[in-house]
């Protein structure tokens, strides 16, 4: 049988956790992990719009960077389409979490399309200040990875001021305008610590370039690095549950094995995981991307008891309060649905209790 226990553990302690007192197998588990507030926000938007309209409900692009996520909402009626004219005109289309251009916005007009944004307002916050820097004639840095949609989004809003970053190799290629008049900002879902080396190699060659107003990296993409590399130092080997094409559990990845995790694999699913990982393994640890639900690490769980790792310690360093609402017209048209179903309700003739 498998035993939870959880421990508390600021992020800013510099202990990791301590050797398992039973001593054997064990799983330390990170927390925070999987589901963060904007992924909840467009899953549940997606699901809430084909209960409400029905199916089909087209999404453009992978509401999220997961493949149970979109293998379960096709089953439930959602089309995935790559682009807004593969979407039928006057159709009903749900643009995803990493956000899009106001070219697609456009294009989505032109095909009279109902839309309804399930944009991060974290990612529609990196949006804004794009435009206000443009407005002001700024020379943009995006750091971020070339094809990422989010990324794509954001340049979308100011593609004559912003150019794209990848990382600290591409640093000497970037040029300005102005040297005095240069904003760096970047994609959510980066890793902190090369993005800071990115941010150090661009102020050597531009020292007056400026800081994003707030930070751009999202409080979940930080809070699951900061997790992993608390128990990163004492796991043999690091699970990390999530799709390929997600930045956020890539990056967990390459965060464990920097932190000194013995090794790291990521798997979307737990069938996926190769026994000849355990060879030598006393202690596993497991994490998932900001776009994984939990009952995907549940069965890596499972899988994991079935080669002794019953001993599950779940380590967490700080607890997630944040939530955000469903997209404005979304919540317009649940809302009159609902205030109509109660009219009709009062509307209804009283019991007959006169036999
Ligand atoms: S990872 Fe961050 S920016 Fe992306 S959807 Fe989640 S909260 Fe929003």
Known sequence: MVTVTTIELASEHTDAAAPSPKGGKRILMASPRGYCAGVDRAVDAVEQALAHYGAPIYVRKEIV?????????????????????????????????????????????????????????????????AVRFADKDYDIILVGHTGHEEVEGTQGEAPDHIQVVNGPHEVDQVEVRDPSKVVWISQTTLSVDETLETVRLLRERFPEMIDPPGEDICYATQNRQAAVKKIA???????????????????????????????????????????????????????????????????????????????????????????????????????????????????????????
């Open 65 to 129: 960077h997961n493949k149970y996520v979109v293998e379960t909402l096709s089953k439930r009626g959602a089309i995935f389409v790559s682009e807004t004219d593969e979407v039928p005109v006057g159709a009903r289309v749900v643009f995803s979490a990493h956000g899009v251009s106001p070219a697609v916005h456009a294009e989505a007009a032109e095909r009279r399309l109902d839309t309804i944004d399930a944009t991060c307002p974290l990612v529609t916050k990196v949006h804004k200040q």
């Open 233 to 355: 130092p004492r796991v043999d080997l690091m699970i990390v549950v999530g799709s390929g094409n997600s930045s956020n559990s890539v990056r967990l990845k390459e965060v464990a094995l920097e932190a000194g995790a013995g090794a790291a694999h990521r798997v979307d699913f737990a069938s996926e995981i190769d026994p000849s990982w355990f060879d030598g393994v006393e202690t596993v640890g497991l994490t998932s991307g900001a776009s994984v639900p939990e009952i995907l690490v549940r069965e890596v769980v499972e899988r994991l008891a079935e080669f002794g790792f019953d001993d599950v310690e779940e380590v967490r360093t700080t607890t997630e309060k944040i939530s955000f609402s469903l997209p404005k017209n979304l919540r317009a048209d649940l809302m009159a649905a609902q205030g109509a179903a109660s009219a009709h309700k009062r509307r209804e003739p009283a019991a007959d209790h006169t036999c």
